[in-house]
């Protein structure tokens, strides 16, 4: 049949605030996470893991909350820039799959200068 | 340090032909995996590969194989092309296996089928 385009979420902030976005995964078995940052034309770039023994962890202007009782990550960035503006996954892995990852459908932040 | 590296950046084929995209991890990561990007589907596993094995298979169709060798360079094949496939592929390579691995992502091969 044919494929029907995956809904993004969008979100818009202005430049200097904080942007929070959300992810529910969807296995309780997972037990790392990542989140990755993609811009127009390109591949997706690493901007922060987190492992299931652990609920919050801090980078460069982001922090990624975990939540195992409700199946939900949060990615916050501080101070969000121009430059922010992109596309964010959340990638989850189960554990003894190797390095298969599920990817979340994303979300397009935009930051309004 | 290079990151990944895939080529060719940019193509397009036709429908029934086959294609192999290519792709060199960053140095000294072992485990390669690709995964096919499209608005309709998002972000999807197709393989895994370390020590020139396969580990791992997503649910893609038999058209799509791919190989790694001893330097850990990979490439995948897509035999009798669809529209379908038309696509961004991504290929991302972790130091190794198990547990806490990040993967790295390429920039991608965008495939037409036209």
């Known amino acids: 049949g044919e494929s029907v385009g995956l809904h993004l979420p969008t979100l818009s902030v202005q430049e200097g605030d904080n942007s929070i976005i959300n992810c529910a995964y969807s296995?309780?078995?997972?037990?790392?996470f990542i989140w990755y940052k993609q811009e127009s034309g390109k591949g997706p770039q690493f901007i922060i893991d987190?492992?299931?023994?652990?609920d919050k962890r801090q980078g460069q202007r982001v922090t990624v909350l975990l939540n195992k009782t409700v199946k939900h990550l949060s990615l916050q960035i501080a101070a969000t820039q121009p430059g922010d503006s992109a596309v964010y996954f959340c990638a989850e892995n189960l554990g003894g799959t190797g390095n298969q990852f599920y990817f979340g459908t994303g979300t397009s932040l935009t930051v309004i200068p | 340090k290079a990151g990944v590296t895939q080529t060719p950046r940019y193509l397009i084929k036709t429908r029934g032909q086959q294609v192999t995209l290519s792709c060199s991890p960053i140095s000294g990561h072992r485990s390669v995996s690709w995964y096919q990007q499209t608005p309709g589907q998002g972000l999807q596993f197709l393989f895994e590969?370390?020590?020139?094995?396969?580990?791992n298979k997503g649910n893609f169709p038999g058209r799509f194989s791919g190989r790694q060798f001893s330097n850990s360079r990979s490439e995948m094949n897509v035999s009798t092309l669809e529209l379908g496939d038309s696509a961004l592929y991504l290929c991302?390579?972790?130091?190794?296996?198990?547990?806490?691995?990040?993967?790295?992502f390429g920039e991608g091969s965008w495939l037409t089928v036209v």
């Open positions: 590969y370390f020590s020139e094995t396969q580990r």
């Open positions: 991302a390579s972790s130091l190794a296996r198990g547990y806490g691995n990040t993967i790295y």
């Open positions: 296995n309780s078995a997972s037990d790392y």
């Open positions: 987190i492992r299931s023994n652990m």
